[in-house]
């Protein structure tokens, strides 16, 4: 019989009055991997924080390798070995990949390091799973699965037997995750176990050996292995279907084209947006879409190729102005680099108004009009003073409400579903279903497919940065996890 690894016996946890865990109670064996599918983010951090630290509880208790940790009549406050690995991650740039798994670890004793030893110990330990990296490479210059696979080695370097994945496909490509999920299985199999949060459940179903649906700070359903089926998740989540939308059918006409250009690598990228079209980008090793975002941004040029905006021509390594031009871009989380957190809804909403109107200053009558339009879409929060006490949703809406006020002839959505939970991507779906039928081509640049798919009009697959195929909406159904 496997050792019982963590528990949760009917655990609710408030803060400041609000509930966020709600009498969860589920359980993690040793060297198993036990998958959350996020329905609603609501308690995803302090789910995190118990597990991880014995922080106050209202009720229920916390047991942790069979021995009781955590209880709400007596919270101790102490940590429990755990390790997350999680976007921002715990590595020091600065540092060598050697120097942040040996160095930096907790009880290295060492007054004179040898680095030759250290450097080979690492070679030892990426090669046990079947990798090359350089230990003496900086942190900094390492891409996210790289980092990934460094965070998970300092973990089992510490000794933990339990590591929380929170999110990976977040910042991880397809292929990234796939390769990352394939050690993972290996871990798991050396007594590792593992808690796989995910936002999509079949990125969950593929690696988990049960899985639980969490809502809103509770576990709705648990499913075991052979329930692992989109029928028996069907009852516990919400239509993708935008058949029942108001569709605009896009037109022949290419409004943005790129031919040969020079991104990175030694491929040229060459495709074609047209007029009211979405065309979803998959960058399967995330080669392409970031020197791509940074050239249409406006922050470089390109060394090669041309970029076709309408009747205009763009080329050369000098940057160009792309949004004067019509071409917008929303950062992949929007909430927090795209808008700005002390201004009021309207000032947020009608951000750059100016200079798509070329009138200087706004009149009074146009702010009137702006505001009766967009309470429609946007409810009450369109009266905010400020915007940071605002939920996720409605700050994603405000994000595309400016672009659809601005109506630029391209917006490019820079993985658009990667941070959300079910709803959220539900919503965010509809808002670009919205874009497009104004009239805006949307170009969908991501690393995963999630649900990208519902609303996309053509499929590019790139891979080591070259196209490897392309797919009409009609034939969608030959792509899969």
Known sequence: MRKEILRLNHVTLEENGERYLDNLDFYILQGEIMGFIISDAKGCNQLIRLICHNIPISFGGVYYEGNRVNH???????????????????????LTISDNLFVMRKGFKKYIINRRVLDHQVELLMGALGLSIDPK???SSLNSFERCVTELLKAIL???????????????SQMELKQFQDIIRKQAGRGIAFLYMGNHHQEVFQIADRAAL???GTIWKVFE??????TALQPYTISFDLSGS?????????????????LSGKELVSFSLKRGECLMILDTDNQTWEPLVEVLSGCRGISG??????????????PKDFFSEGVAVIPDDPSETFLFQDMSYMENLTFLLDRKVRLGNIKRSHLRSVNQEYRKKAGPCIDAAKIDHLSLREKYGLAYY?????HPKVVVCVQPLAKGDMYLRRYVLDLIQELKNSGISVLILTSNLADNMDVSDRMIILQDGKAAAEYGKEEFYKVGW
Not at 158 to 172: A, E, K, M, P
Not at 225 to 230: D, F, G
Not at 246 to 262: C, D, N, T, W
Not at 402 to 406: D, K, N, P, Y
């Open 158 to 172: 510490t000794g933990c037997r339990f590591i929380i994945l929170d999110r990976v496909s977040n910042f991880l």
């Open 225 to 230: 292995k052979e329930e692992m089926v989109e």
């Open 246 to 262: 108001r569709i605009r059918e896009p037109m022949e006409e290419a409004v943005l084209k790129l031919e040969g250009v020079h």
């Open 137 to 139: 490479r900086r942190v």
């Open 72 to 94: 709400y009549s007596h919270p101790d406050f102490t940590d429990n070995r755990v390790y997350v690995i999680e976007e921002r991650g715990r590595l020091i740039d600065s």
């Open 402 to 406: 400016r672009i659809h006020l601005l």
């Open 214 to 216: 969490f809502h809103h």
């Open 305 to 318: 190729g041309r970029i076709f905006l309408g009747d205009r021509i763009f080329a050369g390594e000098e």
